[in-house]
């Protein structure tokens, strides 16, 4: 009895390590410790069940899904092993949350509909929370993977991708309801963003703009900076769609900041790109230009070629609205160039017509031009095609 004793201490020390490394944000070192309390084994399954739990959640923080899978199996055969339903439930939504990642939804559904049951079954009101909250996120997944190459506007929806983001609403409707009745803020913020978010898919703009109204209020009474950037973010997406150009400026120069701010420089290039193209729909092209200069420079700080790209594409329409077709000609031909490079047939076809259009336009060919010779002045405007067209030239790249 004393060696088991000793063992039981072991074990539960090593556990306990794991724990204190993964709330630590350690999740790599964490792995050991719950791994090597596993090797040494206690008697007491229930806290064998709570290595595993823990061990699957700290793989999957670590995107090793294979392995986070395996021991979240593991906990679920566990835990019905010892009767444990509230685990079971909980095991079953873990299984859930990583199936989903995976992409496999169906059976995703199975395990978040199975922690559903088990939870309003026990009277788990926080547990039947997040199920409704985890069966909302894989029918949101799988209506954005749906999406995946369709070119539709937000609202133009085939009935598949519809019925699946409406189902993913519903469940967000209930766990707002029942958060909202455990009175979990924190949760309420959540359900307001992905319910912003869903209605935005579906076309729903008001509706999208309440709830990320709501999801901003929440994420400034928490202090919660990146919560705040991302409602900023979506709330001016959703603005465009009404035709609020100017209101969405305003939150996007919100998104700017909180993203200059929180040093991410990811965010800070898509601010800068989105109020380039809402200065383009206001005509303010010196403005739009700007911010696409912006844009495309932390693009090249962050060597993403496809952010260059679309910054390059999107400075060619500005300075064709100016008027300035030649400095057009030269991020044209830079847009075809990285096109190119990325394998992007479709904006490599674009890229060629435009540039095409451009060099008719200024009357030059191709070996009319350096591979310097672009490199003018941002503000040097050059004497303006006729009015006709100017006018075509325009609505050809427009279009795209």
Not at 133 to 158: R, T
Not at 259 to 278: F, I, P, W
Request: glycine letters at 10%.
């Amino acid at each position: 009895m004393p060696c088991v004793c000793r063992m039981e201490a072991s074990c539960l020390e090593l556990a306990l390590e794991g724990e204190r490394l993964c709330k630590a944000g350690d999740f790599k070192g964490g792995t050991a410790f719950f791994e090597a309390a596993v090797q040494v084994g206690t008697e007491d399954l229930k806290t064998l069940s709570a290595i595993y739990s823990q061990l699957g959640n700290a793989y999957f923080y670590l995107k090793e899904y294979g392995k986070a899978l395996e021991y979240h199996r593991h906990d679920l055969t566990l835990a019905r092993t010892i009767g444990d339903r509230i685990g079971e439930g909980k095991a079953s939504g873990n299984l859930g949350n990583t199936l989903k990642v995976l992409g496999r939804y169906d059976e995703a559904v199975v395990c978040c509909q199975r922690h559903l049951d088990i939870s309003q079954e026990q009277g788990d009101k926080v547990g039947e929370a997040r199920a409704l909250y985890n069966m909302g996120n894989v029918f949101h997944a799988k209506g954005k993977q749906q999406l995946w190459g369709i070119s539709q506007d937000p609202g133009e929806l085939p009935p598949d991708v519809r019925d699946t983001l409406q189902r993913a609403t519903a469940f967000y409707e209930m766990n707002l309801s029942l958060v909202k009745e455990l009175g979990d803020r924190a949760a309420q913020g959540r359900a307001f963003g992905n319910l912003g978010n869903t209605h935005y898919l579906l076309g729903n703009f008001v509706e999208a703009i309440k709830f990320h109204r709501e999801r901003l209020s929440i994420a400034k009474e928490f202090g919660d900076k990146a919560a705040e950037r991302r409602a900023y973010s979506n709330l001016g997406n959703a603005l465009i769609f009404l035709g609020q150009f100017n209101a969405a400026t305003e939150y996007y120069r919100n998104t700017l900041q909180l993203s200059r701010q929180l040093k991410d420089q990811v965010m800070e290039a898509q601010a800068c790109y989105s109020l380039g193209n809402t200065y383009t729909l206001l005509q303010e092209y010196e403005r739009a230009i700007d911010y696409h200069l912006k844009h495309l420079l932390i693009a090249q700080e962050l060597n993403d070629r496809v952010g260059e790209g679309r910054a390059c594409w999107s400075l060619g329409n500005a300075y064709v609205s100016l008027g300035n077709h030649r400095q057009a000609l030269h991020y044209t031909r830079k847009h075809l160039d990285i096109s190119r490079e990325i394998g992007d047939r479709n904006g490599e076809l674009i890229a060629r017509m435009n540039v095409e259009e451009l060099m008719e336009a200024l009357g030059v060919k191709e070996g009319d031009l350096s591979p310097s010779e672009s490199e003018f002045e941002c503000g040097s405007l050059f004497p303006p095609l006729n009015k006709n067209k100017k006018r075509s030239l325009q609505i050809f790249i427009s279009q795209f």
